[in-house]
């Protein structure tokens, strides 16, 4: 066990992580160089044919140091903001973390928030400066930050170019010199984190685990502590990155394990995997993750509603976080209501139900959980505006509230601040770091930054700011709900609940993106906006003048149906809400306004 | 019983390219016997055997170019046609010799490539012929065929719709107006109205005809009869097998036969009928009542007990019809 590392990568975004773990994978020999580029390729296409996230696998590597072998195992992480309980997932199988900081960019906001993961994971840190390669890359500059702001020593960091490979053989020694072997014992009751999971249809789950104490062969019979589930193991074995069986795994091990379990609700990651015959106490678990941004997922077809239901029992295999129940729209029929952990998390999740599974699919504007007091003392979470009370029922609203972090360099300070402030945002203070940069501190409902404030801060700071935030609470806050009406009826779908302050903006502002957004069709269509029944703003999209093939002679008669096939086929891709056609992306872009 | 069978013969060459024009054509007369050989040929290749023709049409291109005795060969390679016989033709090459001809070839109606009633119109469409040749060919050809029929376009850019003046439509029998478009779509999104008087009746989205006038051979298109086209570009329908010449002018080819599924006759049928005044049979339309309903309270068809039929309003918006009905 002595010769076992088990680590992952952290970083901020862009920062080079999965640049770094292909060279060590090549450096390793894991991945020959000349296979590098097809072999990854390849199993990206077998992840998306199985359906899983596109992110690497945990992965078996050897290195030979001082003429001993040790097994290297890289548990990949990803990186953003949004996907902070998919780190510490991770970072429960590991005994050390390699912190990537840019050299040109140094410490950011996710830098921090990472590294304050690991550390409160119990996890040793190994600094590694990446993109020394770079003419702006200023090591001396980085190591210092790293040693004032995050507090951790960084005098022995190696400075690399995971590009070039320079110098990463010195990471691979500080892996095994710096980070501690795994403590276990192997002749104990069999002690297994479940911290990984994926969907194969032959295999069924393909857990991911790692191994504190005991081990675990074909044929064992195993207990899953949390679902009090059994089964029967069928395969052991690890990822080199190909999947590849072995007779057993053991304490400090990471592999993976399958046990003919078919369905979804039988497993649970996080969950502690022990024999039936000689069961072990659980391990601490993971912090259940809320989600924090909702909305409702619907298929364009109506009759797709079972095959979105499979996708997203699917996709809840390996991503926790991820929570769904019935819903049903007036406009847009069955469907769910899907909770994120953030924005990015909901574009993946959709964009993988498109490209993974195939359907075509409507989301609706995203919204978060208020807390709604009802004049008769009731209190509700309402996360779809569709479910609020009357208006008159309701006697006060509470939304969430999060601290928000944003990292910049001054000059961007006041483009910021008017950003934050223009979104309810209350500045509480402003701390200059060293290296140039300066942390500000707001408190910000989090309605008004799931949208686009993340690309509005990149855009007004052109790049160079980041930002972190996390749930601080609820506020009371005068909320109103705003009703979207389309030829005179309101459309559910299209409902928000927006801060008064800015209602009557924002719905003359809906409406002429709807205008814009809705093409011309046969008869007119009205489109306004209200607030409890009073119209604030209407728009029209006006009828279409003319669509008709012109002239139908010489008997070519295919050609003219193909030109109303590829009509037709651009058909299928609205929807239709009473008697008007909606692109199926409106109901998103309607909130970048 | 022999089943009835419509003949398209394409004639490609022209004095000059339309810039508007969407059917195959060139300007290397020179090829025009080798053309008419092959023409000849894979016309006498054929099997009418089964079939009673009913109606030629001689289209292009610009067919008026062919000499009578050209004519005379090419028509000898078809079997009798007791129907309907066309020949396009341009008002500048049209002559009193080649009416006569016309004529003695058992030919019986004349679509005339008019194109406009106003002369700036006619010089940015970059016409070859000008208003006063435009009248003096209708003069002509009226002295010769009853069954006189003129193809105009509307909706040019810069440009007003001329209606017809009194003393042409008296001459005339039918009328193909249509929309400009480019790469198959209209180029204004705009519909000039056309006036004309009430004896002329819209019987297709673009064509209008006094009672029993109406364009037999292009109602079979319309209506789903058999057709075979010969030449460069031709369309045929036969045996439920839609199929083409290629374009290549000396060297074209029968392309391969496409099959059609219940699914495309269904909807080339809607398709078709919504553009003809008889409109749609309600039989092709079942489970649509909503749609229908819907179109009806917009003004966009009458519904008869037996008939969908699309309104002025709603021809102008045909596709969209289509889409809700099919």
Known sequence: MKHIRNFCIVAHIDHGKSTLADRLLEVTGTVAKRDMEAQLLDSMDLERERGITIKLTPTRMLYTYHGEEYVLNLIDTPGHVDFTYEVSRSLAACEGAILIVDATQGVEAQTLSNAYLAIDNNLEILPVINKIDLPAADVERVRNEIEQVIGIPSGLAPAISAKNGTNIDQVLEQIIELLPAPTGDENQPLKALLFDCYYNNFLGAVCLVRLFDGKVKVGDKIKMLATGKEFEVTEVGFFTPKQTPCAQLSAGDVGYLCASIKTVNEIKIGDTITLTENPCAPLPGYKEVLPVVFTGIYPIAGDKYGELKDALDKLKLNDASLEFTKETSTALGFGFRVGFLGLLHMEIITERLEREFNLDIITTAPSVNYIVHTNDGRTLNVSNPSNLPKAVEIDYYEEPIVALKMWTPPEYIGALMDLATNKRGVFIDMQHMDGNRTLLNFKIPLNEIVYDFFDRMKSCSHGYASLDYEPAGYQRADLVKMDILLNGKICDALSLIVHESVAYSKGKALAERLKDIIPRQMFEVPIQAAIGGKIIARETVKALRKDVLAKCYGGDITRKMKLLEKQRAGKKKMRMLGNVEIPSEAFVEILKI | ?326
Request: aromatic letters at 8%.
């Open chain 2, 1 to 326: 019983m022999k089943k009835p069978l419509s003949v398209y013969i394409h004639f490609p060459f022209c004095e000059k390219r339309c810039g508007y024009c969407d059917f195959v054509s060139c300007t290397a007369t020179e090829n025009v016997d080798a053309y008419l050989q092959k023409l000849c040929a894979e016309i006498r290749a054929f099997d009418f055997s089964p079939y009673q023709v009913n109606t030629i049409y001689l289209g292009g291109g610009t067919p008026s170019l062919m000499t009578p005795n050209q004519l005379e060969k090419v028509l000898k390679c078809l079997p009798a046609c007791a129907g309907e016989v066309t020949i396009e033709c341009n008002p500048n090459s049209l002559t009193q010799m080649k009416c006569a001809a016309y004529r003695r070839l058992g030919i019986n109606r004349l679509s005339l490539g008019v194109q406009s009633f106003d002369n700036a119109t006619l010089r940015d469409l970059e016409r070859i012929h000008d208003l006063k040749q435009a009248y003096d060919a209708i003069k002509l050809a009226h002295a010769y065929f009853d069954n006189l029929s003129i193809d105009l376009i509307k909706d040019i850019p810069q440009h007003t719709f001329v209606t017809p003046p009194p003393e042409i439509l008296a001459m005339i029998k039918h009328i193909s107006i249509y929309s400009l478009t480019k790469d198959d779509h209209c180029v204004l999104d705009t519909d000039e109205p056309v006036h004309l008087p009430s004896d002329f009746v819209r019987y297709e989205v673009s064509n209008y005809a006094r009672a029993g006038y109406e364009s037999k051979h292009n109602l079979v298109y319309w209506t789903g009869g058999e057709y075979i086209g010969f030449g460069a570009g031709a369309h045929s329908l036969l045996n439920n097998q839609r199929f083409c010449n290629s374009n290549a002018i000396l060297t074209y080819q029968r392309e391969l036969p496409f099959t059609r599924s219940a699914e495309d006759i269904h909807d080339e049928q809607i398709m078709l009928g919504l553009r003809l005044r008889s409109g749609v049979a309600r039989s092709l339309l079942v489970g649509k009542d909503d749609a229908i309903k819907l179109l009806a309270e917009h003004g966009l068809v009458t519904v008869t007990p037996t008939h969908v039929i699309a309104t002025t309003a709603g021809l102008k918006v045909l596709n969209q019809i289509w889409l809700r009905l099919v």
